[in-house]
């Protein structure tokens, strides 16, 4: 009747260790009692918010605008002031019938439609940058994400193991008690004492990945280090609701890389076509007027011209025309670009939708099933043990296959939200 009253006691005991998960501190921060995917999407609107490689870009966007402007801007008109015709031995006004001060305002007028092709290609280069803003923000977004759902499997999984380890130290008590009253051999309990050792070292392992983790998020977030970072005690389950060809179709619209290669073609189009209207003559005139005075017979009347100078475009074809194919080659290429980019996201959709359905299922199948029966499992194991109706191999397996089980559940429930960040940076929005 004693050793029955032991065992459920013992049972008890077991079934807690378990199934507790406890939300304690850690040394980067404390466990959430949340599920997180709210906590992960704030980390990165943060991130897109203070990085500086973000902002580094926002300036290059701005830049660019001023680059517009430049773009309109005419040539500055001439104005020269000159004292001319005047004799050598004598350089004084009067002294020659054809001295005097020359006064000229040039102005070059650029051939009709430099201006809004400068304009337009400025405009297209800004387009380009912003779109490179919009893919830097989907990274980073991605970037913080997975690394928060790996923090978050560190400490899930640093929880289970610390549970398993009291579980395995309950079993010591009971196998030692039996290795005294010499019921059991002492190698049973050193295979026990071994398994707690390997368990123990992994608790380091998952001490030094956290703070490798929350260093890396703290840093993308560009604050120090060691602020705390809270983190579900179990990462939400979410199923992909759609497949891989209406994701892809999505991100051919959404993307904004796709956008970026096809801005970036639409830009080298635009430098085409400026290059073509550069190598229209631009047309200069200009306007003189000659203050002279008395001379001799000659009256010192004041003298007016205009003129007007346009240049010969014989090296058109090598540099204006050169220019324009150059560019034109440059805009096939980045379609070429976008098209190679864009297999590439249908393949990683593809991929990535397959692993997340997976990762799901089996994440379903550990904690729903597998892991309620391996506990089960655990316990009648023990339970007979301490009755003599079951061997310590029995035990240990049972014992292991428990700890695998809910490692298991927790690694694909991680797995599963790591695939649907990798679905949402690859079609560059929220996916269901």
């Known amino acids: 009747m004693a050793i029955g009253v032991a065992a459920v006691l013992l049972l008890a005991l077991a079934r807690d260790a378990a199934a507790e998960v406890p939300a304690k501190a850690t040394q980067s921060g404390k466990v959430a009692t949340t599920w997180g995917p709210d906590i992960a999407d704030k980390l990165g609107d943060e991130a897109v918010r203070v990085n500086p490689s973000i902002g580094a870009i926002t300036h290059q966007v701005n830049a660019l605008r001023h680059r517009v402007r430049e773009a309109s801007a005419w040539m500055d008109p001439t104005f020269s002031a000159e004292y001319s015709n005047m004799p050598i031995d004598s350089p004084i006004p009067g002294n020659h019938p054809m001295s005097g001060v020359q006064l000229t305002l040039r102005q070059t007028f650029y051939w009709p439609g430099k201006i809004r092709a400068r304009e337009a290609e400025a405009q297209s280069r800004v387009r380009e940058s912003q779109l490179a803003l ?8 991605a970037q913080v994400r997975r690394a928060y759902y790996r923090l978050a499997l560190t400490r899930q999984l640093r929880e289970v193991t610390e549970a398993h380890v009291r579980l395995v130290g309950d079993f010591l008590d ?21 398994l707690v050792g390997q368990l123990r070292d992994d608790l380091n392992n998952c001490d030094q990945d956290e703070q490798s983790l ?4 703290n840093a993308t977030l560009h ?19 759609a497949d891989a060809a209406s994701l892809a179709q999505r991100a051919r619209r959404e993307r904004p890389l796709l956008k ?10 635009a430098a085409a076509r400026r290059a073509e209207r550069d190598g229209y003559p631009d047309i200069t005139l200009w306007a003189g007027y000659r203050f002279r005075v008395e001379a001799g017979t000659d009256p ?12 010969l475009p014989f090296w058109y074809s090598r540099r204006s025309g050169n220019q324009a194919r150059e560019n034109e080659q440059m805009a096939e290429a980045a379609v070429q670009r976008r098209a190679a980019e864009l297999d590439s996201i249908r393949g990683e959709l593809g991929r990535v939708v397959a ?17 309620p029966a391996a506990r089960l499992t655990l316990e ?46 690859a079609v560059g929005s929220g996916v269901r």
């Not at 009971?174 to 071994?194: C, D, I, M, P, W």
């Not at 359905?357 to 089996?362: G, L, S, Y």
């Open 134 to 141: 919009g893919e830097q923000k989907v990274k980073l977004r």
């Open 174 to 194: 009971v196998v030692r008690a039996k290795n005294e009253a010499g019921l059991v051999a002492q190698h049973e309990l050193l295979r026990l004492r071994v």
């Open 214 to 217: 929350t260093a890396t998020i």
């Open 223 to 241: 604050r120090a280090t060691n602020v705390p970072i809270p983190t579900p005690k179990q990462t939400s389950l979410r199923p992909p609701q």
């Open 260 to 269: 970026q290669y096809a801005a970036q073609a639409e830009s080298y189009r």
């Open 300 to 311: 010192g009347t004041d003298f007016v011209s205009v003129g007007v100078a346009v240049p």
């Open 355 to 371: 692993v997340w359905r997976r990762a799901a299922q089996e994440a379903r199948t550990y904690r729903d099933e597998l892991t």
């Open 380 to 425: 009648a194991t023990f339970a007979a043990y301490q009755v003599d109706r079951a061997d310590f191999a029995s035990l240990f397996q049972a014992e292991l296959e428990l700890l695998n089980f809910e490692r298991t559940t927790r690694m694909a429930e991680a797995t599963a939200a790591e695939a649907r960040v990798d679905a949402e940076a």
